[in-house]
């Protein structure tokens, strides 16, 4: 079994104010995508790991990689990324070389996920499930809604039993050779997945949770921003 892990970096992340691409911004003064590579290499079962990098920056994300030391069994590589997230998973696979059996796909937002999680989806993987993603349950309740415009009334259409719903977090790891006919079966279209286990579900394959963690949480908006400063400020201390 060989696994590498893909890391999608090529958004804007526009949700989190203007500036640099959000892969590229600091946290604890290095950039974000620096800490999720590392938490991808962290783990022994990983190998190589590709970077999927906003095409305009692919060469200045090579420079980085070269300036922040990585374990030494660590193969890297830098691929350009394209205009949707699935696109982006996509030429990652491409990038992957045949002796690889098994696959982390894990968002450049969530930069820092612990080691632990990262290799109990890896061994889930290894023990046999095609498809993997670690998940929490909710704190909040959820509801439906008729979207309306921003900032105006929306109609509930109803409210889903909280106890059965989970809020689902990267690395989410797959068998390959599944993960492959996913993509192959489902035109790009539009946005895309928003999540890679999706993808193989409607292929009619069986996807298992297995727990998460709180500090897999993804920076998506200012706010995540400063909780991410102090789990790291917790950790250095
Ligand atoms: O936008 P969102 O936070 O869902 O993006 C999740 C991940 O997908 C981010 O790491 C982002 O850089 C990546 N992405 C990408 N290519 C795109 C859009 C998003 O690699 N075209």
């Known amino acids: 079994h060989r696994t590498a892990a893909v890391i999608p970096a090529a958004g ?12 590229l911004r600091a946290l604890g003064g290095t950039p974000m995508l620096i800490h999720a590579v590392r938490a991808m ?7 190589l790991v590709v970077v999927v990098a906003p095409p305009a920056e692919a060469a200045e994300v090579r420079l980085l990689l070269g300036e922040h030391a990585l374990p030494e069994r660590t193969e890297l590589l830098v691929v350009p990324g394209g205009e949707t997230r699935q696109e982006s998973v996509r030429a990652g696979l491409d990038a992957l070389p045949a002796d690889i059996t098994s696959v982390l796909i ?5 930069p820092l996920v612990p080691v632990d999680t990262v290799d109990s989806v890896i061994e889930a993987v290894r023990d046999g499930a095609p498809a993997v993603v670690p998940a929490l349950p909710l704190a909040d309740t959820v509801k439906e809604v008729e979207p309306g415009k921003p900032g105006e009334a929306e109609p509930v259409l109803g409210t889903p039993e909280r106890a059965r719903l989970r809020a ?11 993960l492959l006919r996913a993509h ?25 949770v297995i727990p998460g963690h709180e500090e897999a949480f993804k920076v998506t908006r200012p706010l995540d921003l400063v909780l991410a400063e ?6 250095r201390a």
């Open 168 to 178: 689902v977090q990267t690395p989410q790891g797959f068998d390959l050779a599944t």
């Open 106 to 110: 894990h968002d450049a937002a969530r």
């Open 12 to 23: 804007r992340g526009v949700r989190l104010g203007p500036g640099a691409p959000k892969a």
């Open 184 to 208: 192959a079966a489902i035109a790009v279209d539009g946005e895309g997945a928003t999540d890679d286990a999706g993808m193989v579900e409607r292929l009619g394959v069986t996807v298992v």
């Open 41 to 47: 290499a962290r783990s022994r079962a990983v190998s």
């Open 230 to 235: 102090a789990v790291l400020a917790r950790r």
